[in-house]
């Protein structure tokens, strides 16, 4: 048991520090400025709507990048710390205003806020099992936050990731 969760530790690891990669060489769109909203899903929110998704987002890459050490620690206080401030969110749930959150269910697709909610209780659950102090149930639910990340970006942010577009179609003569 205990060797799973060294082994799907490492592979989280592997998988953030790619992910880091990819960010590294695929910078954003010159008019985007550096960890801002992808253009698709987001467009039609207005410019403070965007920043204060860029600054949700930036805050949510910092807390999983704390989280993995945590994990690999077994720092079970960091981790449901970490897991708390995931789940209430960071800067969208304590700086938007009724009416911006209003515009925000308004505007975005529902499938956008179906994962936002789901991404949530993941978090909920991670909670929970580092209260538990779980190892498997910790790296299940850093997988599934980590998963859902990759899944939210490879279909709402991919002008952000181009990583994630698909393939152009090849060229036939």
């Known amino acids: ?24 060489h695929h910078p954003p769109a010159p008019q985007e400025p550096m960890g801002s909203a992808p253009v698709g899903a987001l467009a039609a929110l207005p410019p403070e709507l965007r920043e204060l998704f860029r600054l949700e987002m930036a805050a949510l890459q910092g807390a999983m990048l704390e989280l993995l050490p945590a994990v690999i620690a077994g720092d079970w206080g ?13 800067v969208l749930s304590r700086r938007l205003t009724e009416a911006q959150r209003e515009e925000l269910h308004r505007v975005l697709p529902p499938s956008f806020l179906e994962r936002d909610g789901d991404f949530h209780r993941l978090a909920d ?5 580092a209260r538990g102090r ?27 990731f181009p990583a994630f577009a698909p393939p152009a179609p090849a060229h036939a003569h």
């Open 78 to 90: 960091t981790i449901g710390r970490i897991a708390g401030e995931i789940r209430s969110g960071f």
């Open 134 to 160: 779980s190892p498997e149930l910790t790296s299940f639910y850093v997988y599934r936050l980590v998963e859902g990340c990759v899944g939210c970006h490879s279909r709402f942010a991919q002008e952000r």
């Open 125 to 129: 659950g991670l909670e929970a099992a």
């Open 1 to 24: 048991m205990k060797l799973r969760s060294v082994v799907a530790a490492t592979l989280l690891v592997a998988a953030v520090a790619t992910a880091q990669g990819s960010h590294e």
